[in-house]
């Protein structure tokens, strides 16, 4: 029987519920306000959730203290000016769509929202802005066709043009950008007005790049000091509660020494760094903080000795227990694959993929053990593990 094509009107109607369904996902507060208006489902692609926009709001609060005045420059739906809005005194909003302005207006009178001054303009070097304490912005990634952009100065709006303006307004600008973007690279274009980077992970999974740029830090005696900036790896949970912060400084990993861990032993602990650690690349620090060993320079595992306490591993690695370690070869992965059918697979520092790997292995997965291929200074390693 032929299948019954939907009518344009219900093809509608069921993209409108998708969106309403993102939108509540993302922001949990929004959930039972009526009529909240969603133009576009890139505004919802593009909106911050609720647990990157509180930390945002937080970290402005920690920054800026007291009651301050806040200028986002790309509104767009409003989850960032909403969440600036409940510890600022004012926040001044620029939103450069009709369409997005209007919805995002009606939405904050829906949300009781009295202290955002939303102005329907494009932020240009022409745009006279306001004087605030801090300015923030979020530029759109894409080009006119929809495609991708990496350069700051491929960004809407560019905010290489618009710093030495914003400078004369605000002492502090919040930037945020792509979480692929490249650290020393954003280092060496922005220079020594960066203040602080803040990498911002949700449930382990890395969402935003903060950059806290300063007018001052660049006046500072010592603005070229390898100490700047700081960076802070940030993992927080779904209501934007910081499950643990890591927090050093460039020089700080430039003059630590790896310690290399030659030989695991079953029962001693691995550890898988996540997502926001390994952005921050501070791999030989780990060593020299939680006094762990690195199974090789280029190998991001760590051992820790059993029996040693796993509470402060928690906010920033995954745990297991080593249960075999195994060479690599062809005979060891036939066994291994036949001995572990369901085992998780990850390949580290080998040249083949984890999910080669787990096909040479045979595994389909979902079991408690996970095995780790990977390179040791000498050798290759298979490591059978399993949840502590």
């Known amino acids: 029987m032929k299948k ?18 993102k939108i509540m996902r993302k922001i949990p507060s929004w959930n039972g306000i009526e009529g909240i208006e969603l133009p576009s489902s890139l505004s919802i692609e593009q909106c911050s959730s609720e647990a990157t926009a509180i930390f945002k709001a ?56 009295s202290n955002v001054e939303l102005r329907c303009e494009e932020v240009s070097i022409s745009t ?10 979020d530029p759109a990634r894409r080009d006119g066709l929809g495609k991708k952009v990496f350069l700051l100065e491929d960004c809407t709006p560019d905010i290489t043009l618009l710093l030495p303006v914003l400078f004369t307004r605000a002492k ?31 449930k382990s999974e890395v969402k935003e790049l903060l950059c806290i740029l300063s007018s001052c830090t660049a006046d500072e005696p010592n603005a070229e000091s390898t100490d700047k900036p700081t960076i802070f790896a940030t993992d927080l949970d779904e209501n934007g509660s910081d499950l643990g912060t890591f927090r050093f400084s460039p020089h700080e990993e430039a003059i630590s020494r790896i310690n290399i861990c030659h030989t695991p032993h079953p029962g001693d602990i691995l550890l898988e760094p996540k997502a926001a650690i390994m952005k921050t690349g501070a791999f030989k620090l780990l060593c020299q903080r939680f006094g762990i060993g690195k199974i090789a320079p ?21 745990i297991f227990v080593i249960s075999e370690i195994r060479e690599f070869c062809g005979r060891t992965i036939k066994e291994l694959g036949e001995g572990y059918p369901h085992a998780e697979v990850s390949a580290k520092n080998l040249p083949l993929s984890s999910e080669e790997l787990q096909r040479k ?23 059978v593990t399993r949840k502590p």
């Not at 006279?128 to 912005?137: G, K, L």
């Not at 020393?184 to 980077?197: A, K």
């Not at 306490?309 to 690695?317: D, G, R």
């Not at 040791?376 to 390693?381: E, F, H, N, Q, V």
């Open 172 to 202: 502090t600008i919040m930037l945020k950008l792509s979480p692929m973007a490249d650290l020393t690279m954003l280092t060496s274009r922005l220079g020594p007005i960066i203040r602080e980077m803040h990498i911002v992970s949700v």
């Open 361 to 383: 292995l045979n595994s389909k997965g979902g079991g408690p053990y996970h095995i780790f291929g990977c390179s040791a200074p000498s050798t290759r390693l298979l490591i």
């Open 4 to 21: 019954q094509k939907k009518s344009f009107s219900i093809l509608l109607e069921e993209s409108k519920d998708e969106a309403r369904r």
């Open 298 to 318: 280029t190998t991001h595992l760590y051992i820790a000795p059993a029996g040693q306490p796993t509470e402060e591993f928690l906010p920033f690695f995954k």
């Open 58 to 113: 937080s970290l402005a609060k920690e920054i800026l203290k007291g009651k301050p005045v806040i200028c986002d420059l790309t509104c767009g739906l409003g989850a960032d000016s909403w969440a600036f809005s409940r510890i600022a005194r004012q926040v001044i909003s620029y939103e450069r769509s009709d369409t997005l302005s209007s919805a995002t207006r009606s939405n904050f009178a829906k949300l009781g929202i």
């Open 128 to 137: 006279v802005f306001p004087e605030c304490d801090m300015f923030y912005a």
